[in-house]
């Protein structure tokens, strides 16, 4: 797959900055401005404070790519499709293509998952796209042993507790956030797209806002104990059940970035899924986008 040559504004000073994303530290270093222009939503999360960093990534749009090694697959997801290549010492390659199946990011990590380059292509817009999912895609490969979670959900605040709902696009997880929001009392938006699940030490899942949200900038860096999650299906009448343990798996699976192309990857996110259904119930919601639907949730949940 041909990735094309580099528009990139050459002589530019470099800025390196750090941010925590549910915990997790990590550093960007790109040409001077383009982290506010690319990457606005991060600006919540960024922190001064010293510490240790789980991996680092440096923006280069400079680089090629040199499809040594493996090609793994090509991998459509909801927001995006990756062209993955393995190299002989595990190290990764990865393409991001749009909606248009174009290249518009180019991710390229060492073996240890520690260091990362990114190159971006294509107008700003497209830019900012490839940039976030090769973002995203090294978030998850980092923090997934730390039984770490980049979910799919949007997700509610309530008395201090975090109610997720899950389901595939178009099912009515943010209409049914929205209809918490309006309807029941002290109900905040905490993130509507991408929010990361990850379990405490003391085995207690927690959920935490993200710079990644969807269509609607929800960016807040909070988090708080999960107290319930439902998968939201359209349906004519309101009702809602409990799921067995083989179900609730499938359904917390297929709601959170598995980068199935890795094995280790994927075995500690399943790892990570058993923990939280040791805590947890998955109820699956079959609902009107109406006020007594999400009533019945508040009630159940």
């Known amino acids: 797959m041909l990735f094309g040559k580099s528009r990139a504004i050459q002589h530019k000073k470099m ?6 994303v549910a915990g997790h530290r990590f550093s960007i270093g790109m040409a001077e401005g383009e982290i506010e222009t690319l990457l606005p939503s991060l600006e919540p999360f960024e922190t001064a404070s010293a510490g240790e960093e789980l991996f680092g990534i440096t923006v280069d749009n400079n680089i090629q790519p040199s499809w040594r090694g493996e090609r793994v697959g090509r991998f459509p997801c909801p927001s ?3 062209e993955v290549y393995r190299q002989n010492n595990g190290a990764y390659q990865i393409l991001v293509l749009d909606d248009s199946n174009i290249p518009c990011a180019f991710l390229q990590s060492d073996a240890g998952y520690r260091n990362f380059t990114i190159a971006t292509r294509g107008s700003m817009k497209s830019r900012a796209f490839g940039l976030n999912n090769a973002l995203m895609v090294a978030y998850t490969l ?3 042993p730390y039984r770490t979670l980049l979910m799919h959900s949007s997700v509610i605040e309530n008395g201090g507790k975090a109610y997720m709902f899950l389901g595939a696009s ?3 997880k943010s209409t049914h956030s929205d209809l918490w929001v309006k309807h029941i009392d002290g109900s905040t938006l905490i993130n509507d797209d991408n929010p990361v699940l990850r379990i405490a030490d003391d085995g207690t899942p927690y959920i935490y806002g993200s710079p990644w ?3 609607r900038p929800i960016y807040r860096h909070v988090h708080y104990p999960i107290a319930g999650m439902a998968a939201i299906e359209q349906e004519k009448e ?3 059940h409990k799921e067995p343990i083989p179900i609730a798996f499938g359904i917390l699976l297929s709601s959170c970035s598995t980068l199935k192309f890795d094995k280790k990857v994927h075995m500690n996110i399943c790892g990570t899924i058993t923990g939280v259904l040791e805590r947890l119930a998955v109820h699956t919601l079959y609902c009107r986008p109406d006020k007594e639907a999400a009533e019945l949730s508040h009630n159940t949940l």
Do not use: D
Request: hydrophobic fraction near 25%; include cysteine.
């Open 15 to 20: 800025q390196t900055r750090s941010y925590i």
């Open 80 to 82: 995006a499709t990756f």
């Open 142 to 144: 980092c923090t997934a």
């Open 170 to 172: 178009g099912q009515g």
């Open 213 to 215: 949200s969807g269509k």
């Open 238 to 240: 309101n009702r809602i």
